[in-house]
């Protein structure tokens, strides 16, 4: 443990909504980069407003819960406390975070894709895309009320309370899928569903026969699971270590407790090889296009697959590190009881 002091929740609150808007700003203008210039320059008021809506609705709607799982990590690695001044009644971390911070959120992603619609539509305005990017960017006026709100009953419940203080769940499995899987799942879907509407759209526009060419579509698969796997591993390393410090379950499989950089690189292998099957297999089978719902079809089921593999990947990841952590504690502790 370093000398620094140790950071409070409003420091903590502050420093996580920077922290959420630079990465989430990268992600849209990448976003941006891909819709309007990568996938076709030609686009509508519609077209707009459909990124509006799901920058909101993704970031807005699943961001915080997000947020508040990462302030947590920062309060289990002592690096931020709920100071004497800072600290509420509650007892406990709120139970559901994504539960108490999802509906204020999807009130909120309602009415500020309501606002711009009315702004786009009634004033007959189609913004360029820079502007377009800049305009989403209120998503961080909404995420940061948000998790405002919440963050000082959760941090301060979580240190009232200490580690393993909650009740084990019945089932991990059932609790992994319920909280980690399906949730994760939606978001992912509400983020590259409308990506694969507009990329396979245009690529379906230049063939007679509105088919989609399969190597197309490997190629945006491959793409998709190397970005998906790799951004819900690192999503849900902190609800898994959260959950396990305060003693929702643990964690007894064989997984190596590896370097995070390593699982990067693995998970890009892995996307590689989805690819590079799929090309394959088509390409044995003769065929070379598909229609637009079987391309959406399967942009569904690699949304899903990469969801499911990086949430499994990172809760092994974290549980071996989570448990070598308290094994290390445990033997720190009985070399001071000695002495």
Request: proline share 4%; with cysteine; charged share 15%.
């Amino acid at each position: 443990m370093s000398g620094h002091e140790k950071s409070g929740i409003k420091k903590l609150f502050i420093s996580q909504v920077i922290l959420s808007f630079i990465v989430i700003t990268v992600l849209i203008i990448l976003g941006g980069v891909l819709v309007f210039n990568v996938m076709g320059k030609d686009y509508t008021q519609f077209t707009v407003m459909g990124f509006l809506a799901t920058v909101f609705f993704a970031f807005i709607v699943f961001q915080p819960n997000g947020t508040l799982f990462a302030a947590r990590v920062e309060l289990i690695r002592e690096k931020a406390e709920a100071k004497k001044e800072e600290k509420t009644s509650a007892t406990a971390p709120i139970a559901n975070p994504l539960l108490k911070t999802a509906i204020p959120g999807i009130i909120a992603a309602t009415g500020s894709t309501g606002i711009m619609a009315a702004i786009i539509y009634g004033l007959d305005w189609t913004p360029s895309p820079v502007v377009t990017v800049l305009l989403s960017m209120v998503f961080v006026i909404p995420l940061a009320i948000i998790i405002r709100i919440y963050i000082y009953d959760d941090i301060s419940g979580m240190a009232a309370a200490g580690p393993f203080s909650a009740k084990s769940v019945t089932s991990k499995g059932g609790y992994i899928w319920s909280y980690y899987i399906l949730p994760t799942f939606v978001m992912q879907l509400i983020i590259n569903m409308p990506l694969a509407n507009r990329g396979f759209s245009i690529e379906a526009a230049k063939d007679a026969a509105s088919l989609v060419p399969t190597a197309a579509m490997a190629l945006d698969y491959a793409v998709t699971f190397m970005f998906i796997c790799n951004f819900v591993f690192l999503a849900v390393s902190t609800y898994a270590l959260s959950d396990m410090y305060v003693g929702k379950f643990s964690y007894t499989g064989k997984a190596r407790g590896i370097n995070g950089f390593v699982y990067f690189l693995l998970m890009l292998l892995m996307g590689g090889v989805l690819g590079v099957v799929f090309a394959g297999i088509t390409a044995v089978l003769g065929i070379e296009k598909a229609s637009f719902p079987v391309a959406l079809a399967g942009k569904f089921l690699t949304v899903l697959l990469s969801v499911y593999l990086g949430c499994r990947l990172a809760v092994g990841w974290t549980g071996k590190r989570f448990n070598d952590a308290v094994a290390k504690k445990m033997a720190e502790m009985k070399k001071v009881g000695k002495r």
